[in-house]
């Protein structure tokens, strides 16, 4: 809902408002972002204006623009802090309020960016200079969320250089920590938390993409707020380029936020009569501390991010030949790799790099999209015919927004790819960047995708970008305007094909990509105890619905850590479900556990894709629940396990305080030889820890792990259900967690009669 009265602006859900107003001298004053309240309430949150600002200020007659909270900050008006906009100084840029106008829907853009949709109201603020620029800023009010956008007009006679536009600007008051989501290629998401203090935070992503350097998405909380209690605020942009957030408090306490594009190597030349606009950011509100600010998060990406098409829909179990096989594949081994995929219950089978041109490494081919046909005789469509045979659907990788100087399409086109301006080529994973800001290339990257999309009936696809620039220099915007107008392109027309995108992992999981693609690869880091802190450090910004994870091989390629399958897999339930490892490696027992996982999680799949999701208190380790109606289930997720380990609990939430549940531990196996030596207090037998007893019991047979059934009401539940004791030597019992290291546990809670 949007209300306007004597120059206030309110909008307002269940959960949230958010105010502000016009001033007599036309500013724009901040009142509040935060829980309900009513339009009249903006005697309690207006400005009084005070002695103790001194003798510096605006213009004569209008308020002290430099004290006041503002929703946007003109340049040259007395307001010290950080500015929005900056553009040629000789250009009077000092904005007044002009007047309103109200929408009952979302307002589209014209140009190709991505924006929330569905159900919502638009608030547009129009702000008028004598030099005849305006700003329109628009509010929109979705069920969870508010996003704010800025356009701007020149109708000056002449053209200006927009150095620097955010799509956001809010003064708060309050005392806040900041949590910025940082780090690099198999190591995204590392949470950095700090006070909003009187020096600046800056989270700046300057790579030509959101990066996984710096996540486009952070957090505010006031100090001392918990998963379930206190204010927290999440911030996002719906962007996939260089962004940039600064967050920063005034001598007066109030707490300056903008998000937008990043300045750097931005710069922008808008013609007379052009407009600006730009990305949309995003905000949530929350009085129930991370938790429900999360929960927000998750339902405003589900319901207004995602495309339409795939809006609740089901993903695919699917199986990717990129870890298992490499560059390394043909016909026969995918077939073959297919029907064990099939037999486990995999409904998507997907062929990674490698189809294509001299693709037979990371060093050519990329470029090309001639099948390789010593690999795939039969093309895409004889491939696709086996797998649909089989029963599966098919995926396919692409890198298009790349080239290999060792391509064909280099060879013809040199000039297509960004080079750095002093002419010397600089390789990231040996490729270039294709200059998506050209039309020519455009055409060349729809026309190709889309033909084989259509050639393989394709129901899938992996679209990849491996290599980030900061070559692209002031093109930058036009490079991210071109991407999302070829995906407009190619995925418009086809809303029923899958798309998953990646970036050398989660290198672009940004809310922009999200718009196009309802699934992110969430990081080429497939360990899978190094993915869980991934996956729930993701947690606080993406639903679960969005998360790619799959099941890798252990002993893993890039840690050496030997996770046990069960937990393995029990970690990828908390994302998208897939295998990625050689399937024709695996013993009868492995097989059994898959084909169970599988089974367990199509079971569940809707809660574990579109439920309410919680992070619960674990002392030890990591704790996870999903929810829908009156079924919950929680992972419990151990590192490193302690001798003496005491009890442990789980921590529901949100179950019916006198409602009965039935509490069933998921039924998983613990390979035997894992034992060792130790076997002989486990067994009555005597064996050889090396023997060939042992080994072979490992792979035909696996004993039962920790195996727990319990009813009690939600409310002794939620205070800490007490789980079966470890393993300490003392024999062999199905109920006791005989797991050691990297173990973990999966708990379905079931209201009674459900
Ligand atoms: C990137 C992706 C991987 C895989 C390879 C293929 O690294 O993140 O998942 O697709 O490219 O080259």
Known sequence: MIQIKDNVFLLKNSNISYMFRATGSGNLEHLHFGAPVD??????????????????????????????????????????????????????????????????????MDCSLPQAHGDAETLEIVMSSPSKLSLHLFYTIFDTAITRRVVLHNETGRS???????????????????????????????????????????????????????????????????????????????????????????????????????????????????????????????????GGMSLAMH??????????????????????????????????????????AKELGCELFVLDDGWFGDRNSDKAGLGDYDVNRKKLP????????????????????????????????????????????????????????????RPEVRDYIVNNVSRCIEEGKVSYVKWDMNRHSTALGASAHRYILGLYDVLK??????????????????????????????????????????????????????????????VSAAPHSQTLRDTPLSTRGNISFFGLLGYEFDLDDLTPVEKDEIKNQ??????????????????LKAPEGISMQVSDGDVHIVGLFHELVHAAPGYERIYPRGLKRETVYNVLSRKQLLNAAKFGGLLRFVLPVKLKPDGPLVRAAGKQYRMKD?????????????????????????????????????????????????
């Open 39 to 108: 339009i009249d309430d903006v005697d309690a949150f207006a400005v009084r204006y005070g002695a103790g600002w001194g003798s510096t200020g605006g213009p004569e007659g209008e308020e002290f623009p430099m004290y006041l909270p503002l929703e946007w900050s003109s340049l040259g008006r007395g307001d010290y802090r950080e500015s929005p906009l900056e553009i040629d100084r000789e250009i009077p840029a000092a904005f007044k309020y002009s007047f309103c106008r109200k929408f009952d829907h979302t307002v589209s």
């Open 598 to 615: 599988i089974l367990f999680y199509k079971q569940y799949r809707d809660i574990f894709q579109f439920g309410d999701f919680r992070r």
């Open 489 to 550: 392109r190619v995925f418009g027309p086809r809303p029923e094909v899958l798309l998953e995108s990646c970036s050398s992992g989660g290198n672009r999981f940004d809310l922009g990509m999200l718009c196009f693609s309802p699934q992110i690869w969430a990081s080429d880091n497939t360990d899978a105890i190094e993915r869980c802190r991934i996956q729930y450090q993701l947690s606080y910004l993406y639903p679960l619905s969005t998360i790619g994870a799959h």
């Open 706 to 754: 920790a195996e727990r059934e319990c009813d009690a009401t939600g409310a002794a539940l939620m205070s800490g259900m007490t789980l079966n004791a470890r393993f300490m030597g003392t024999g062999y019992d199905p109920g006791m967690r005989m797991q050691g290291d990297f173990s973990s546990n999966i708990y379905v809670i079931t209201a009674e009669g459900t």
């Open 299 to 340: 339902r405003f990406v589900n319901e207004n991010i995602i495309p339409g098409y795939w809006k609740g829909r089901q993903r695919p179990v699917l199986y990717n030949d990129w870890e298992g096989c490499m560059f390394n594949f043909n016909e026969s081994k995918l077939i073959s790799l297919a029907k064990k």
């Open 378 to 437: 039969g093309g895409l469509s004889g491939l696709q015919a086996k797998l649909s045979g089989l029963g599966l659907d098919f995926g396919l990788w692409f890198e298009p927004e790349a080239v290999n100087p060792d391509s064909k399409l280099y060879r013809a086109h040199p000039d297509w790819a960004i080079q750095a301006e002093d002419g010397v080529t600089v390789l990231g994973r040996n490729e270039l960047l294709l200059d998506l800001s």
């Open 160 to 290: 200006i250089n927009v150095e620097k536009i955010m799509s956001s600007m809010m003064d708060i008051q309050g005392d806040y920590e900041i949590t910025t989501y940082n780090g690099a290629w198999i190591a995204e998401m590392q949470p950095y938390r700090a006070p909003v203090g009187m020096s600046g935070i800056v989270n700046e992503s300057t790579t030509g993409f959101s990066s996984a350097l710096h996540n486009p998405g952070f957090i505010l909380n006031e100090p001392g707020a918990t998963e379930t209690d206190g204010v927290v605020m999440g911030f996002n942009l719906i962007y996939s380029g260089n962004h940039y957030s600064r967050i920063q408090k005034s001598n007066e306490g109030l707490v300056r936020i903008v998000q937008g594009i990043s300045p750097v190597s931005f710069d922008w030349i808008l013609g007379n009569g052009e407009k600006f606009e730009t990305p949309e950011a995003v905000m949530v509100w929350s009085g129930t501390g991370f």
